[in-house]
């Protein structure tokens, strides 16, 4: 039963016409089981077991030294530790050594290299920053092609899953274009851990990305680095070559820039050790694949309510956005690499480089562009109003009441 991302990876193989048994041979499945796959309309949700410990469990280290001695025999190992106690059957310890021969056999392996456009292999740097008078943690997100040892270099806030994603979007911008396949080593946003087989437990968010681009999930070899050694020379190289030249930068979005200026000129233009060719000169024959212009799912967004001042509030500080939507809310998509964009529905409306500090205002005076001439006159300064005054009530009183007051007031001539 499939139970994991594994299910879009066959899907796009089979999309691209693979046969049944190419798919299996792949991802060292039973063509059966493919077969029943490809039947089903999705995945099942993964559910980890609770399993017992393996009767071979106190006696793996003792093999695995074993091994590392030059004894690969597993006749002779199971001898070996059932006179110490083990009861179980010799076909348990050939399946546990069977990961473990290739890294034994080859400890001095040849250098694998790719075809044009074959593969690329992904990696995360980490890297520690002077950032307003304390430490900070940097992650350098690194992708370089196997065929032309390309490189593409980006730092960020974080590792998680979305900006693992945009990373991907914006190399394969970078390259124009993306590789058949790209190798991993186990990084949880990829690789949830494996089954009782020891294949992959792809992420099933990831897998779905990386079908709708058209690119193949691969997991280098547990035990075997080597088989990712492109990327991780790659950040090394980032780490001795770029590191030590970056004096000062004001944010996320400003070293940025300076990394995509140390790949145009020096990383991607040097003369590469191993190739003894130019980076950028062997990209020209990698023949990448076009990857899909409609966009995957939305990332993460935050939704805000845009105030008077046409700013809207993320993490401390402030982001204008056009005047028009004063009133509205609008979602704010962090990218997590110094830039912001802020979206109106699937209209982006605001791009922003992100604050390094806390409680700013980023502002674009061009969104305020308009105010005064949006009606074709300025509102008009509200003139005073005449009230008329009502007349005074007159009291009604009898003729006798006048007659009486008339003789007070007047002298008597008789």
């Known amino acids: 039963m499939i139970r994991n991302g594994e299910f879009y990876v066959l899907k796009h193989m089979k999309q691209q016409g693979m046969s ?98 074959k593969q690329a292999q992904v990696d995360w740097g980490h890297f520690k920053a002077d950032w307003h008078g304390g430490v900070k ?38 390259f124009g274009g993306r590789p058949e396949t790209i190798l991993y080593d186990n990084m949880k946003t990829v690789v949830q851990g494996q089954d009782e087989q020891g294949h992959p437990v792809w992420n099933e968010r990831f897998a779905r990305f990386a079908a709708h681009h058209g690119f193949l999930l691969r997991r280098c070899a547990p035990y075997r680095a080597r088989t990712k050694g492109k990327v991780e020379n790659g950040v090394g190289y980032v780490r001795k070559n770029f590191w030590p030249r970056i004096r000062t930068f004001t944010g996320l979005a400003d070293l940025n820039r300076q990394a995509r200026h140390w790949m145009d000129t020096v990383a991607n233009s040097r003369i590469h050790g191993t190739t003894h060719e130019m980076p950028t000169q062997r990209l020209l024959q990698e023949k990448l694949h076009r990857f899909n212009l ?43 690499n110094g830039h912001l964009r802020i979206y109106a ?62 003789e007070e007031v007047v002298p008597s001539w008789s």
């Open 137 to 174: 943690r940097l992650y350098a997100f690194v992708m370089v092609l196997g065929y032309s040892r390309a490189m593409y270099v980006e730092f960020t806030e974080d590792e998680r899953l979305d900006t693992l994603i945009g990373c991907h979007l914006r190399a394969m911008q970078y």
């Open 345 to 406: 529905g699937s209209m982006c409306i605001a791009e922003h480089g992100k604050a390094a500090g806390r409680h700013q205002v980023v502002m674009n005076r061009q969104h305020l562009e308009g105010v005064r001439s949006a009606s074709g006159k300025p509102v008009s300064v509200p003139s005073p109003r005449l009230v008329p005054q009502e007349a005074p009530a007159v009291a009604q009183r009898e003729l006798s009441v006048y007659e009486q007051l008339l």
């Open 294 to 336: 409609i966009p995957f799912e939305e990332a993460e967004r935050h939704p805000r309510k845009v105030s008077a001042d046409t700013l809207v509030s993320y993490e401390a500080n402030r982001y204008s956005v056009p005047w028009r939507y004063v009133g509205q809310t609008v979602h704010v998509q962090d990218e997590r």
């Open 20 to 117: 049944t048994t190419q798919i299996a041979d792949e991802l060292g499945r039973d063509r059966k089981t493919i077969r029943k796959w490809l039947q089903e309309d999705g995945p099942k949700a993964y559910e980890r077991r609770k399993r017992e410990p393996s009767i071979l469990e106190p006696y793996k280290a003792y093999v695995l030294s074993r091994m590392e001695e030059g004894c690969l025999n597993a006749v002779i190992l199971h001898d070996e530790i059932k006179a110490n106690g083990y009861s179980g059957q010799i076909r348990l310890l050939r399946a546990f050594m069977e990961p473990y021969r290739p890294a034994v056999l080859s400890k001095a392996t040849e250098r694998y290299e790719t075809p044009p456009g």
